[in-house]
């Protein structure tokens, strides 16, 4: 794949692997620098303000140098304006996965794109509705995925999503944590 020239030089502040290929995918060369912050927001804030404020919570934990382009991005998973982040473990993501079995949830991805002279904000909603999941499709997905590493226990490009998924409005791509398209012309933006 070509790679698209953009003339300054693309960071991913993230450390998450589907941010990474999605990037990829997108025709972009970039750096990734991972980015430790506490991820604590105000309990005030409404489930799209969490997720923009941690994303540029992240940018904000970044030094930008000149030439460079950084992109942060924070996914949230909320059904009823209840936020469900990554579980603490495997008995919190079965609760999780059965409360949005046979439902529907919002995921909103914040993305913030900075460098030294500017720096925008946006999201992605999307809204995903699950089928019925039995307890033992809950449980194998449990044990043989990885649930603890994402927002609401699952990740939509695994097998819990491909079996499970009855329809998403909105971006597929939002859902696996970039709302690729905007990210897209929004980097467009920053290296014209």
């Not at 409404?46 to 930008?64: F, R």
């Not at 002279?117 to 499709?137: D, G, P």
């Not at 927002?151 to 329809?167: R, T």
Request: charged fraction near 25%; hydrophobic fraction near 35%.
């Amino acid at each position: 794949m070509e790679i698209l020239n953009t003339k300054k030089n693309i960071v991913l502040g993230s450390n998450s692997p589907r941010r990474s290929e999605l990037l990829k995918l997108m025709g972009f060369d970039f750096t990734t620098r991972k980015i430790h912050v506490n991820e604590e927001y105000p309990k005030s804030l409404k489930p799209v303000d969490v997720a923009l404020y941690l994303s540029n919570k992240k940018a904000n934990a970044q030094t930008i140098y000149k030439n460079e382009i950084l992109i942060c991005a924070d996914t949230i998973v909320y059904q009823k304006n209840r936020i469900f982040g990554k579980p603490n473990s495997k008995k919190e993501a079965k609760k999780m996965l059965t409360e949005i079995s046979n439902n529907k949830h919002s995921v909103v991805t914040g993305v913030t794109i900075k460098s030294v002279n500017k720096k925008i904000s946006f999201y992605e909603r999307s809204i995903v509705y699950f089928k019925e999941l039995s307890q033992q499709e809950i449980q194998f997905y449990i044990d043989t995925f990885n649930p603890l590493d994402k927002a609401g226990s699952y990740g939509i490009q695994e097998w819990i999503g491909i079996i499970g998924v009855k329809k998403i409005s909105g971006s597929f791509y939002n859902v696996m944590g970039l709302p690729t398209l905007k990210v897209y012309e929004r980097i467009l933006e920053f290296t014209e």
